[in-house]
Each structure stands twice: as structure tokens, then as C-alpha cells.
């Protein structure tokens, strides 16, 4: 894999759907915990399977990839995943140096790009001006980071999954209107039944 030194990587081109690649992304899961962004990224993790490793995030906008950081930290033998949107991450830009600064091994971020905020009526997003996310990361010192745009690229970085971290991944998709799958709207609930899979008693 490409280090920070060498900057990102843009691999191929065009855009894929939103659904497909993270129904991908989380293929090979395995025992990986998964944070989601609020939003759209919550409902398509949902769509492509609920589970009890998965800890939905309906509101704290930017809070995804610091999230997935605390969890990385704290469970340092388990692949944490987060996966999150575009306009989210900008909200977060800041968070990107604290990770590269943490140096979390086992942390994945995979940001779901369509240039557009999609919550609030689909305006343009600094992504879809020219901001690279994957390069800010790269640029901050994570160790991988990188533009998807097709899905044969999305399986090989599933299967690159146990290579060190931090990595984040910026996965090029259309900007679609996709119905919504919805998780429980209980964050009591979705906290409690994730504090369970980790065999953490409720609080």
C-alpha cells in the first residue's frame, strides 16, 4: 500500500452507487466494529445488514471519525470502521490531525462522496469545488489514503484490511436521492445493545 510520504492515491474514475459500495466495504467485516456518520451513511450500514457491532450516530455532526477513534483506541485488537459522509467529515476537518497524531492501527475511514450535502437540500459541497480529502489526510500523516471511484477498487481495499493504519479512503459516489433504511431511532437502545457486543454492561 501507498504511504502518507507519497501522498494519495486517485484510483480510476467516474462515480458508483452509494448502496453497492458499502454493501462492499462491509462484505468481510469479520468482527469489525462499525460507526456510522448521521444520515445517509447510517441508513445505507443499515440497509446492507443491521447488526450489533454497529453504532449509529443520528446527530453530533463531524463526531463519526472522533468516535471511531475512541473505539479504535479502547479496543486496540479490533478493526474499527467508520463510515461517513462528505459534507460530515468537513464538519470534522480538524479530526483528521488528531487521528494522524494518535496513530490508531486498526482504524478505517471510509467517506462517502457524492460533493453535495445530501441532509440539507443538496448543495454543493467543498468536495465538489476541488477540496481532496484523501490528500488533507495524507498530507496529516496517515499512513494510506486515497480516491475510489470503481468498485473492483473498493474489494481490494476490504482485502488490505489488516494493513496498518490510520487509512482513510474517499469513495466517489452519484448524487442520488436513495430511500432511506431506517436503524432504531433508540441511541439508548443502539448504545446499550453495542455496549453488549463487547461485553460492557449497560449504563
Known sequence: MVATQLGSRDLGQ???????????VLSERGES??????????????????????????GAMGGAALVGLGLALAQPERRVIVITGDG??????????????????????FVLDNEHYGETGMQISHTGRGLDL???AAASGFVEAATVRTIDAVASLSAASNEDGPRLFVLKIRAEDTPRSLPSRDAVFIKNRFRAHLDLAPN
Open 88 to 109: 460530515e467529515q468537513l464538519m470534522a476537518y480538524g479530526s483528521l490531525a488528531t487521528i494522524a497524531v494518535a496513530k490508531p492501527r486498526n482504524l478505517d475511514i
Open 134 to 136: 484523501a490528500a488533507v
Open 33 to 58: 466494529l462499525v460507526v456510522t456518520g448521521l444520515g445517509s451513511p447510517s441508513y445505507d450500514v443499515h440497509a446492507a445488514g443491521d447488526h450489533d457491532a454497529n453504532y449509529y450516530l443520528w
Open 14 to 24: 467516474g462515480k458508483m452507487d452509494r448502496r453497492e459500495v458499502v454493501s462492499r
